[in-house]
C-alpha cells in the first residue's frame, strides 16, 4: 500500500461517506449468526457444521430497506449448491471432472438465481465445498449437509429480524443530511457565480446533475422503507418519523432538480447580478430550514423583496424566473 501523500492516496478516503456503525453491527451479526448456528449444529450431532455457519455469513446483507437484511437468493444458492454437490459426489469420475461438472452446472443455475444483475456465486461455491469436504458416507454426509443449512438459514433470519433490524430510518435521514450538504454547497456556487460573474457554474454541471439523480433515488426508496417498517416487529413505531420525513426527502429532491435547471441556465447566460445572487442564498438559507422541519418564512419574504427589486433585461428574467419557481415549491411544502 502506498504511504499517504506520495501518489494522491489518503486512508480517509476509504472511510468516507461510509456508515461505520451499520458495517460494525453487519459484522458482528454475522459472528453471532455463524457463531450460533455452529453451535447449534454441533449440539444436534453434525460433524464440522461448516454450511451452518456459512449461511448467516452470505446471507446476511446490511441492507436497510429490506423487511428482514438477508438475502433469500444467497441461501436459496447454498441450497442448489449442496444439491448439486450432493449429487456428483455419487458420480464416478475423477476429481478434476466432478469439479468442471459442478462448475458448469452451478454457474448456469447461479445464473438463473442471479443476485441483482450478477450471477449468484454461492451456488458454484456451496458445491465446491460440498465435494471438498465429502467422506465415504455419501448418504449421510448429504442428509448433515441440507438440514445444517436449514439451521443456519433460519439462524440467519432469526438474528436479522431480532438483532439492529433493518431501520430504514435512521439510513434515511443519513442520506438527507448528505442531501443538505450538496444543496447548501451547490447554491452557494451558483450565488456566487451570479456575484462575481466568474463562470465557476460550467464546472458544476455534472455534479448537479449526480446529486439530482441521487435525490431521486432516495424518493424510490422511500415506498421499501415502509413496507420494511411494516414488516418488522421492533421497528413499526417508526412509521411516524417516516411520515414526517418523506416530505422533507421530496422536498430536497424537488430543490436539487431546481439547482440543476438554475445551474445550467446560470452556466449558458452568465449574468451578473447581486440582487438575485442574494435571492438565491436567501433561497438557499430557505431550503435549509425546511429541509430540518424548521421555519423559513424570513428568508422567503427577503428572497421575495430581492427578486422584486431584480432588474428586468432579457437573461437575468429568464434566472429570476427559475427563482421564483423555488420560492413558489418552499412557499407550497
Do not use: C, Y
Not at 456575484?195 to 455534479?207: N, P, R
Amino acid at each position: 500500500m502506498p504511504p499517504a501523500g506520495r501518489i494522491g492516496w489518503r486512508p480517509g478516503r476509504l472511510l468516507a461517506g461510509r456508515d461505520l456503525v451499520a458495517e460494525l453491527r453487519l459484522a458482528i451479526k454475522m459472528t453471532i449468526g455463524g457463531t450460533g448456528a455452529w453451535w447449534i449444529a454441533s449440539e444436534l450431532g453434525a460433524t464440522r457444521p461448516l454450511f451452518a455457519a456459512l449461511v448467516p455469513l452470505v446471507a446476511m446483507n446490511g441492507d436497510p430497506f429490506a423487511a428482514v437484511s438477508v438475502s433469500i437468493g444467497r441461501i436459496l444458492g447454498v441450497f442448489a449448491g449442496v444439491g448439486i454437490g450432493l449429487a456428483l459426489t455419487h458420480v464416478e469420475v475423477s476429481s478434476t471432472w466432478r469439479v468442471a461438472i459442478a462448475l458448469i452446472l452451478a454457474t448456469l443455475v447461479g445464473t438463473v438465481l442471479k443476485i441483482g444483475d450478477r450471477p449468484n456465486l454461492e451456488v458454484p461455491i456451496a458445491a465446491l465445498f460440498l465435494i471438498g469436504f465429502a467422506s465415504a458416507n455419501v448418504s449421510q454426509l448429504g442428509v448433515q449437509r441440507i438440514w445444517e443449512t436449514a439451521i443456519g438459514a433460519l439462524v440467519a433470519i432469526v438474528v436479522s429480524t431480532v438483532l439492529w433490524p433493518p431501520d430504514p430510518v435512521r439510513e434515511l435521514e443519513r442520506r438527507l443530511h448528505r442531501l443538505r450538504q450538496q444543496l447548501a454547497a451547490d447554491f452557494a456556487e451558483i450565488a456566487d457565480d451570479l456575484a462575481t460573474g466568474s463562470g465557476a457554474t460550467s464546472a458544476l454541471l455534472d455534479d448537479l446533475r449526480e446529486h439530482s439523480l441521487e435525490a431521486v433515488r432516495d424518493v424510490f426508496e422511500l415506498a421499501p422503507a415502509r413496507r420494511a417498517l411494516r414488516w418488522s416487529p421492533l421497528r413499526r413505531k417508526d412509521v411516524g418519523r417516516l411520515d414526517e420525513l418523506e416530505a422533507r426527502i421530496n422536498l430536497g429532491a424537488r430543490a436539487a432538480r431546481h439547482a440543476r435547471t438554475l445551474g445550467r441556465d446560470v452556466a449558458d447566460l452568465h449574468v451578473r447580478s447581486g440582487e438575485l445572487a442574494t435571492a438565491t442564498r436567501d433561497l438557499a438559507d430557505a431550503l435549509d430550514r425546511g429541509l430540518l422541519g424548521q421555519d423559513r418564512d424570513g428568508p422567503l419574504a427577503r428572497a421575495e423583496q430581492e427578486l422584486s427589486a431584480a432588474s428586468g433585461n432579457g437573461d437575468q428574467v429568464v434566472i429570476a424566473a427559475q427563482l421564483r419557481q423555488l420560492l413558489a415549491d418552499l412557499r407550497q411544502t
